[in-house]
């Protein structure tokens, strides 16, 4: 079976970085080391051994001076300059493939700059076009127990989900400060969640009275009820270690269904996009034949393998005429 991929995702200080780690040593532990990749150029230290490290390749402060742009300009041409070499990546894994059970991926803390990049994009479709492939969502439970937070955080993943369109597991990090039991519970009671929301505003806690954002808030809270339906929720600490059993049974779960659904679907839009790319490149030659003004009979189909046939056809005549005159000797 090929190895599953784990992309962590999640904002700032979500714990995105020691959830690696602990998963990094949890696997190891249960002798089934992982093999871990670092996308993150900007990040000082890392608290686990890499695989491969996007800072071996790239030098994140060069980039910020050479092409004169702030931490997350740098962060994206990071990020494209290092897609440009996705197929070595992709290479040195599949290389690892059979010895390994799961490929766990850290990511920038700044999310639009890993998701909504087209490098972040090429990398991500290069490991989910290769191995069954899991987004992890990271999230800070303690800074996520206001209902409005919270919102912010599931649509934010939402969006994550919309655009990458890999199964997801949404993983309430940090349960040793806060437990994450209030925010499995608004997923699952869509009116429990309203009342959380009704006693917020009434203090005056998130600063939204009006009756647009009321209503707003409302449908969006309706939308997320659909959202909710499709993903899986672990807690889990990366401090303490707990959860983390009960995490890998999700991988496993999400990587059945990415073989069931998401497989089909990414082949059936493989096939689309090379159609798209043949047609674009028909399309172009066309375009180009016209403005040369060139006539269709020069460029006709199968030229070459004519030319070729002419010098077969001459091989075999030049071989039969020296049978003919071996036999008239
Ligand atoms: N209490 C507690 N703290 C945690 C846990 N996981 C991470 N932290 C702390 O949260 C802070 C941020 O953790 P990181 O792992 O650096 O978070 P990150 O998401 O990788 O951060 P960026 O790379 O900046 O996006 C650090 O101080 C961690 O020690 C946890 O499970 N429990």
Known sequence: MPPA?????????????TFVQRLNSHLSSKEARPYVINFDPAVLKIPYEPNIDIRDSINYKKVM?????????????SLNLFSTKVDQVINLV??????IQNIIIDTPGQIECFVWS???????EAFASTFPTVIAYVV?????????????NMLYACSILYKTKLPMIVVFNKTDVKDAEFAK??????????????????????GSSSGYMNSLVNSLSLTLE??????????????????????MDLVGKKTEEYDKYYLAERKELLKKNAEKESQRKTDSLNKLVKDLDIKEDVIGRG???????????????????????????
């Open 140 to 152: 800070d439970t303690p800074r996520t127990a206001a209902p409005s937070t919270f919102m912010s």
């Open 185 to 206: 519970e608004w997923m699952r009671d869509f009116e429990s969640f309203q009342r959380a929301l009704m006693e917020e505003r009434e203090n005056g806690n998130d």
């Open 5 to 17: 991929t784990i992309i962590c995702i999640g904002m700032a200080g979500a714990g995105k970085t």
């Open 226 to 247: 659909e959202f909710y339906s499709q993903l899986d929720v672990a807690s889990c600490s990366a401090y303490t270690g707990d959860g983390f059993d009960d995490f």
């Open 303 to 329: 030229r070459d393998s004519n030319v070729l046939s002419d010098i077969e056809d001459s091989e075999e005549e030049e071989e039969l005429k020296a049978e003919k005159d071996q036999s008239a000797k």
């Open 65 to 77: 001076q050479k092409y004169n742009l702030g931490p997350n300009g740098a962060i994206v041409t």
């Open 94 to 99: 599949e290389k690892k493939a059979d010895t």
């Open 118 to 124: 087209a490098s972040g994009a090429i990398l991500t």
